[in-house]
Structures are given as structure tokens and as C-alpha cells.
């Protein structure tokens, strides 16, 4: 049983397209998260949503766009990708705030 | 001042050894204190959870916490290869729903 799981695992897109990364989580928890982890490793974290809402929206360029449909899921729609945006996107979740457990994560390369 | 600093490594020690991972955070307030471990090309695993001060032990691992002094570590006794990783500390930072990562300490164990 896979407990956080991510589509695609690999993307691999040229600059100036939109494309969309999905995850599900079927361990229960109300909130969900998308991290950024760049070239050196460092994690970053983007959005957070609790129960279909918005609650951590980090500095991010508004063409990320994370969204919801129910607790279960969340996926992160991103327009006029750049090099820039090419990394290792990972989803997130947690029962109350306190141990967060990652999805296998979605390496995107942007060419 | 970032406010998760790890000891930048990387870090070898041989087999058997012992492998000491420091980390340090900015928020006086800060209640609670994870260690993870990633292995290369895939996701966070978290291994260790400390919210009250003094040592938590979890077979090999124990993690320290001090509060006092803003500061987390984690020992890895009798160090195995398949605990070459790299060991992310993270702590929730002003929101409990947040987590912020150091930049991680990459282990290598030497048969």
C-alpha cells in the first residue's frame, strides 16, 4: 500500500509549457504539502493545505498554482515552465501538523 | 541567520563507529524536532521524533534535544553502509504546521 504517491515520477518538458503534477495520500490526514528540492538538496517548502484550504503560501511565483479537489489530494499546476523550475518536487502529509510523510517525489527537468 | 543550520559535512566514519549529526535553530519556541534520512534519488524518511528535552533512543539512533541551547543532534551508533544518507534535521519553525529544513549532512560509512 502506497501511502503518499506522486504522478508523474519523471517530466521532462521544454520552457514556456504548462504542466501538472498529482498527489494522493491514503493515510487520512487533513493537511498536505509541495516542497522544492533544488540541485543542493535544500528542501523548500511552497504550499500547504489543511482540509481543501490554504494555509502556508511561501514566496512563490504565482505561475505555481496548487490546488485541492479534497483532503486526499492536492496537485500543483505550473505555467510557462523556466529552466529555473527544474528540480525534484516533493508531496507531503501530515495527521495534525507534527511528522510529515514524503511521496516518492516528481523530478522535473525543464530543457 | 538561517533558522536551521546543520554541520555542513560531508561526514565519513567507518563501520562501527559512531556518527555524531549536529543541528542548531533560531526559534526560542520551537516545539518540535525531527530527524530524516534520504537516500540518493529518493524521498525523505523520517526516523526520529524529540519534543521534550534529553535523549530518545530508537535502536541505533539516539537524538538529543536541548532547548536551552537551541540545539538537536543525532548519534547513529555501530554505523552500518546502509546508513550512508543524507540525515535532514528539521524543526517546526513559528507555525505548527510549518517545517523547516537545514541543508542536511551527508554520511558516508566505510566498510
Known amino acids: 500500500d502506497t501511502a503518499v504517491s506522486q504522478t508523474p515520477k519523471y517530466l521532462v518538458t521544454q520552457m514556456g509549457n504548462d504542466k501538472s503534477i498529482k498527489c494522493e495520500q491514503n493515510?487520512?490526514?487533513?493537511?498536505m504539502y509541495w516542497y522544492k528540492q533544488d540541485s543542493k538538496k535544500f528542501l523548500k517548502i511552497m504550499f500547504s493545505y489543511n482540509n481543501k484550504e490554504l494555509i502556508i503560501n511561501e514566496t512563490v511565483p504565482n505561475r505555481f498554482s496548487p490546488k485541492s479537489p479534497d483532503k486526499a489530494h492536492l496537485n500543483l499546476h505550473i505555467n510557462s515552465l523556466e529552466l529555473g523550475d527544474s528540480a525534484v518536487y516533493f508531496c507531503?502529509?501530515?495527521?495534525?501538523?507534527?511528522?510529515?510523510?514524503f511521496g516518492p517525489g516528481t523530478r522535473l527537468t525543464v530543457t | 541567520q538561517k533558522e536551521v543550520e546543520q554541520n555542513s559535512g560531508p561526514l565519513s566514519v567507518p563501520e562501527g563507529a559512531i556518527a555524531s549529526l549536529n543541528c542548531t535553530y533560531s526559534?526560542?519556541?520551537?516545539?518540535?524536532f525531527f530527524w530524516y534520512r534520504q537516500y540518493s534519488g529518493k524521498s525523505p524518511e523520517l526516523i526520529m521524533s524529540i519534543y521534550s528535552n534529553g535523549d530518545k533512543e530508537d535502536g541505533r539512533f539516539t537524538a538529543q534535544l536541548n532547548k536551552a541551547s537551541q540545539y538537536v543532534s543525532l548519534l547513529i551508533r555501530d554505523s552500518q553502509p546502509s546508513d550512508s544518507a543524507t540525515y535532514l534535521c528539521a524543526v517546526n519553525i513559528f507555525n505548527d504546521y510549518k517545517l523547516s529544513f537545514g541543508a542536511g549532512t551527508t554520511v558516508t560509512v566505510r566498510a
Open positions: 493515510l487520512g490526514h487533513d493537511t
Open positions: 526559534d526560542r519556541v520551537s516545539q518540535s
Open positions: 507531503a502529509s501530515t495527521p495534525g501538523g507534527y511528522e510529515q510523510y
